[in-house]
């Protein structure tokens, strides 16, 4: 395959781990392959991944069940907690989760995969905590990377006997590296590269970026509250900037890979029927690749009398959705999600509304993110004309948009090319 540098590896499980192999593709030819569902992939192992997925998607909608639902939840979620970081001690017990997948390991999860890889014994580079474990068991070729695609991780992302691994962890931040030590990590195993964000949002010298959020600011910030006080600071980082071409004020809404909150997408719509309807306002609605949150998106839209003022976001494969959706950030000012591992996409100027997290993950997702001052909580969806315009007229998202772009890891998709183009 030409230009190929690494074999890429991802999970095809929900959005995270292909999103973040998505920006890496120019090191792979173009391929990203995925440790649950390839060519010629053994008919247990399909099985065996297909039951997880199901289980947790059903358990992530389950969640919205009075009481009960809450329940089970944090039951399954009690299995991949994150522990707290401080007091700095000795993390390196191995957990039930990591057991779990170690048993499946052993029995042969991922062997044929990195059987077939081993002919090339290109750098294994991952975002999947399974396929690195994997690829060190049954013995690869090759050097082994594991990208880590939350602003924490759990000890179930760390080896089994970690002091003895030779997996390399290409961390976002020192917090992340300093929880790995606690793992039990090797500390030359341990690079910080910053998340990879999608190079066509950025630009080689960030002039994409300060372009988009340049034109950004001004749509953020209304009253001019934030701009009029720190105007010197926006000008020593954007004075270069062209800004991109004025839209209305756009808000993006994502939903989860398991489809869950999408209902705050049809409040969302309604409560801003007036400014839609005369054009101030554009809302994308994210629907992913999955054409039952699409269906469902169309069917409020169309009930709202709204077909040609709201847009879907939706493609039948994930490739072409991440290309759809790094086209719509550009004109995108405000970003409402859960905490996953869209939560990096604040480096790029954009502020975040935070849905109510979903497992221990998130909630460190949504820690980071108010600490580099990129997102706001989200209050009541159905009070949103009131407490988004007062967010809008005081200047907070323009400083929160400004906030995370100075404080956030903006270059982690070069920094790991360079790794790999030596």
């Given at each position: ?9 991802a999970a ?6 292909q999103?973040?192999?998505y920006?890496l593709l120019d ?8 440790l ?5 992939i ?5 099985k065996y991944w297909?039951?997880?997925l199901?289980?947790?998607e059903e ?5 919205k069940?009075p009481?009960?639902g809450?329940f089970?939840?944090?039951i399954?979620d009690y299995f991949q907690?994150?522990?707290p970081?401080?007091?700095f001690r000795?993390?390196?017990?191995p ?6 997948f170690?048993?499946?390991i ?7 995969l ?5 002919k ?7 975002t999947?905590?399974?396929a ?8 690869y070729?090759g ?6 695609c939350?602003?924490?991780?759990s ?10 691994s030779?997996?390399?962890y ?11 030590l606690m ?22 010298e960030?002039e994409?970026?300060k372009a ?7 749509n ?7 701009q ?9 980082e954007l ?6 071409p004025k839209h209305?004020?756009?808000i ?6 398991a489809?869950a ?10 409560q801003f ?5 005369s054009?101030?306002m ?7 690749n ?5 269906d ?8 709202a ?9 939706f493609a ?10 790094n086209?719509?950030?550009?004109s995108?000012d405000i ?8 939560s ?8 975040i509304?935070?849905?109510s997290?979903?497992g221990?993950q ?8 108010i600490?580099?001052?990129g ?11 009131q407490w ?8 907070r998202?323009?400083?929160a ?8 890891e ?12 030596k």
């Open positions: 395959m030409k230009n190929k540098k690494i074999n890429l590896i095809d499980m929900g959005y995270g781990h999103r973040a192999a920006p090191l792979s030819g173009g391929e990203i392959l995925t649950n569902n390839y060519d010629g053994p008919t247990w192992e399909k297909e039951d997880s199901k289980s947790y358990v992530s909608r389950f969640k069940v009481i009960i809450r089970v939840f944090s399954m907690k994150i522990d970081l401080y007091p000795d993390l390196s017990e957990t039930i989760q990591q057991r779990y170690y048993r499946f052993k029995k042969g999860l991922g062997k044929d990195v059987k077939k890889l081993n090339e014994k290109l750098p294994f580079v991952t999947f905590f399974v690195a474990q994997a690829a060190e068991y049954h013995n070729q050097d082994i990377f594991c990208v880590i939350d602003t924490d991780a000890r179930a992302w760390a080896p089994l006997e970690p002091k003895n030779r997996i390399k290409l961390v976002p931040s020192e917090k992340v590296k300093q929880r790995f793992y039990g990590l090797k500390e030359e195993n341990l690079i910080i590269t910053g998340f990879p964000l999608p190079k066509e949002n950025i630009g080689q960030k994409i970026v988009d959020l340049s034109a950004r600011l001004n953020l910030d209304p009253e001019k509250q934030y009029e006080e720190y105007q010197s600071l926006i000008s020593g004075s270069l900037a062209t800004p991109s209305p004020l756009t993006t809404f994502a939903v989860g890979g489809g909150q999408k209902e705050i997408g049809a409040i969302i719509i309604n029927l007036e400014k839609l309807k054009g101030e554009i809302i994308n609605l994210v629907a992913g999955r054409p039952e949150i699409r469902y998106f169309l069917e409020e839209i169309s009930r009398n709204l077909t040609n003022q709201v847009r879907v976001i039948p494969d994930k490739i072409s959705y991440f290309k759809k959706f086209e719509c950030l550009r995108t970003l409402w999600t859960k905490p996953s591992e869209l990096f996409y604040c480096a790029l100027g954009l502020p509304i935070i849905s997290p979903v221990s998130e909630d460190f997702n949504r820690e980071w993110l600490s580099v001052g997102g706001v909580d989200s209050l009541e969806p159905e009070y949103v004309a988004l315009t007062a967010l809008l007229d005081s200047g998202l323009a400083r948009a400004m906030d995370a772009f100075l404080n956030a903006l270059m982690g998709v070069y920094n790991i090319e360079k790794m790999f183009s």
